[in-house]
């Protein structure tokens, strides 16, 4: 499968990820680890470079403080 190909999949399937060792299922992974991971060995499931996931990470906290400070105003 080429690269653009893995990207695509990783995008579009909530269970794909780049990861041979569990049949590039995220579900597969998740059901024998028992940790969690580091923001590089995340980069190189879903083919992101570790700046990427960083950034992804804190655009989420951002949304989910937004999300929590709006309940509070009610």
């Known amino acids: 499968?080429?690269?653009d190909e893995m990207i695509d999949k990783i995008k579009n399937d909530p269970d794909f990820i780049h990861?041979?060792?569990f049949g590039n299922s995220l579900?597969?992974?998740l059901a024998k680890s028992d940790g969690m991971l580091e923001n590089g060995a995340i980069g190189?499931?879903?083919?992101l470079s570790e700046e990427e996931?960083?950034?992804i990470y804190?655009?989420?906290?951002v949304e989910l403080r937004k999300d929590l400070v709006g309940?509070?105003?009610d």
Request: proline letters at 4%; hydrophobic letters at 35%; a negative charge.
């Open 1 to 3: 499968m080429e690269r």
């Open 19 to 21: 990861s041979p060792k």
């Open 27 to 29: 579900n597969k992974l």
């Open 44 to 47: 190189r499931l879903l083919l």
């Open 53 to 55: 996931v960083e950034a």
């Open 58 to 61: 804190q655009e989420s906290i």
């Open 71 to 73: 309940e509070d105003e």
